[in-house]
């Protein structure tokens, strides 16, 4: 019997990731397409780069603009692309040593050329032959390859992979392997990407339809073309916000998720645009109108509220009205809006207003 290993959703991947950075283990997340697993590497080098007083850059994306020892990369590897001579070097013949010497792959980190700290993500690896794979494991267990290359001791391992019952073209990964890494097999959460959206800038829609109807967040079923996922769900936030045309984006968000899951957000949408505006609550947050608790659609109206009032317009001169509006829902629903402001608007939890909503809800509170 296949032995399992542990589900974690992409809210606590974060956490792994702080861990094994600091015990220097290798960490490998299996999960569905679209899932946004290397998405979730690039933010978490990021934010390294941030807490470490370090300037990040992408390789390929920019140049190294500061002392290498002062920056924090990351690497983004593509072994499918690979053969086995990018892994062990392309031979070059030294005459005066009367040996063959091997150049290695520039991709590969190196501090002087890309920096003492980083995080090097090896992509899609289960698409990537054999003959790549296992010359990989030098440096998944190691970090040595031949006599002339040593993995720089700051930069951190990662490697995704999309799982073989989704249909993926996969290949069969060895156990030699897996067993240099610690694996996880990763779930989209519904909170964190409506979180990870309101930071992207997106007006709450989207997410509060995902937190309604999580099932949608990703949904593939075999010979599916169009089909949820994270990925194809910021594709159609962007377009919420671009495409005025009602007819035109149905299209567009059919071509995405699939028309029946664009038929339900169109529902959805229309239920967002008969709610009370951000301005209105602004305004007179005791008056403008709440969705009443049994009505056909209260629900959906209220977590679209809830994503409205979480999203860029939210700021120090409009929280203490905001926190007056978001008092009157049901008090779930105003926990789910404190740690949405918790997570994207951090500052803005040490107002007033905040600190005031946060002793009322005693109990609740977060």
Not at 75 to 101: H, N, Q, Y
């Amino acid at each position: 019997m296949t032995k399992s290993i542990p589900v974690i959703t992409t809210s606590q991947i974060f956490g792994v990731l702080e861990r094994n950075a600091e015990t220097g283990d290798n960490t490998f997340i299996e999960g569905p397409s679209g899932m946004g697993k290397t998405d979730i590497f690039n933010q978490f080098a990021e934010a390294q780069a941030a807490k470490r007083g370090l300037e990040f850059y992408k390789m390929s994306h920019d140049k190294i603009k500061t002392p290498w020892e002062k920056t924090y990369g990351l690497i983004t590897a593509l072994p499918s692309t690979w053969d086995s001579l990018d892994i062990k070097g392309g031979p070059v013949v030294d005459l005066e040593m009367e040996a063959t010497r091997f150049l290695i792959n520039s991709v590969l980190p190196n501090e002087k050329r890309h920096g003492k700290f980083g995080f090097c993500n090896f992509d899609d690896l289960a698409q990537a032959p054999m003959s790549v794979i296992n010359p990989l494991t030098q440096v998944f267990h190691g970090g040595i390859i031949g006599d002339s290359y040593v993995w720089p001791k700051g930069w951190q391992i990662g490697a995704t992979a999309n799982r073989r019952e989704d249909h993926a073209s996969t290949t069969r990964i060895g156990a030699h392997v897996y067993n240099r890494f610690r694996c996880y097999e990763g779930r989209p959460c519904a909170n964190a990407f409506s979180q990870y959206l309101l930071a992207k800038g997106s007006d709450g829609r989207v997410g509060g339809f995902i937190r309604l109807r999580e099932e949608h967040l990703h949904n593939y079923e075999r010979g599916d073309r169009s089909f949820p996922s994270p990925r194809q769900w910021e594709t159609v936030d962007r377009d919420l916000r671009e495409i005025d045309d009602q007819a035109f984006l149905e299209l567009q968000i059919g071509a995405a998720v699939s028309v029946p899951v664009a038929a339900e957000l169109m529902g959805y949408l229309a239920i967002c645009s008969q709610i009370t505006s951000f301005a209105k609550i602004v305004k007179d947050p005791v008056k403008a109108k709440v969705p009443t608790p049994g009505e056909a659609s209260a629900t959906a109206a209220t977590f679209a509220l809830i994503g409205m009032c979480a999203g860029k317009r939210l700021n120090e001169k409009n929280i203490d009205a905001v926190t007056t509006y978001v008092k009157r829902l049901p008090e779930d629903f105003t926990m789910v809006w404190m740690l949405d402001v918790i997570e994207n608007h951090n500052c803005l939890q040490e107002t007033v207003a905040f600190s005031r909503l946060r002793a009322d809800m005693g109990k609740y509170a977060v």
